[in-house]
């Protein structure tokens, strides 16, 4: 199993204590304050979104803690935003995580929209921790060098037509390229690939 590591530092603000539990928060240019940290309306109302969340989704403590480490684990490597309790935005994506005892990962209140494909929007290239389109997701929109450092078993391809997304190494070495878009399936390229640019 690969360790994986962020490229970029960035600046971490503690949120607000919320059910017993201390949520941890990126700073993000819309939400930061005068001196660039997170302002403390930010922060509290993200406290307060996190913490309906997990009492929605009948969290138990524990469940919360397992969820918000795996989390802050996505925020290092992407130096991502969290935005929900299980969801991190990051420039050119965003990050999905299984809510404790599910396989799928969800974006909490979100419905399916017209050409979704296992949760990937259409115009977005995806990986999935598994064969089966499940475990964590990272979800691209943007033709820019990603760095994901983490093992995926699946993709969907579900980019305008013809489009292919290409797999590279930690050196930025060609490894492979998908099929086509629309196009969802496996591949063994999941634990060398370092780098995608999914168009």
């Known amino acids: 199993?690969?360790?994986?590591?962020?490229?970029?530092?960035?600046?971490?603000?503690?949120?607000?204590?919320?059910?017993?539990?201390?949520?941890?928060?990126?700073?993000?240019?819309?939400?930061?304050?005068?001196?660039?940290?997170?302002?403390?309306?930010?922060?509290?109302?993200l406290?307060?979104?996190?913490?309906?969340?997990?009492?929605?989704?009948?969290?138990?403590?524990?469940?919360?803690?397992?969820?918000?480490?795996?989390?802050?684990?996505?925020?290092?490597?992407?130096?991502?935003?969290?935005?929900?309790?299980?969801?991190?935005?990051?420039?050119?994506?965003?990050?999905?995580?299984?809510?404790?005892?599910?396989?799928?990962?969800?974006?909490?209140?979100?419905?399916?929209?017209?050409?979704?494909?296992?949760?990937c929007h259409y115009y977005q290239f995806c990986t999935y921790q598994t064969q089966s389109f499940t475990g964590m997701v990272d979800r691209m929109s943007s033709c820019t060098w990603h760095y994901t450092p983490s093992w995926f078993a699946s993709y969907v391809n579900n980019q305008t037509p013809g489009l292919r997304a290409k797999f590279y190494d930690h050196g930025k070495h060609y490894l492979a390229q998908t099929m086509e878009a629309p196009f969802h399936g496996t591949t063994s390229f999941g634990g060398d690939t370092y780098w995608i640019v999914p168009c």
Do not use: K
């Open 1 to 45: 199993m690969r360790l994986s590591f962020s490229t970029r530092r960035f600046g971490v603000a503690v949120a607000v204590l919320a059910a017993g539990l201390a949520f941890g928060t990126t700073t993000s240019s819309a939400s930061a304050g005068p001196d660039g940290g997170q302002s403390a309306a930010a922060a509290t109302a």
């Open 47 to 119: 406290a307060s979104t996190l913490r309906a969340q997990t009492e929605a989704n009948h969290l138990s403590s524990q469940e919360a803690r397992s969820l918000q480490g795996q989390v802050d684990q996505v925020v290092a490597r992407t130096g991502g935003t969290q935005v929900a309790i299980n969801r991190v935005v990051w420039d050119g994506g965003d990050t999905l995580i299984p809510l404790p005892g599910e396989a799928v990962a969800r974006e909490l209140g979100a419905t399916t929209l017209a050409g979704d494909v296992y949760g």
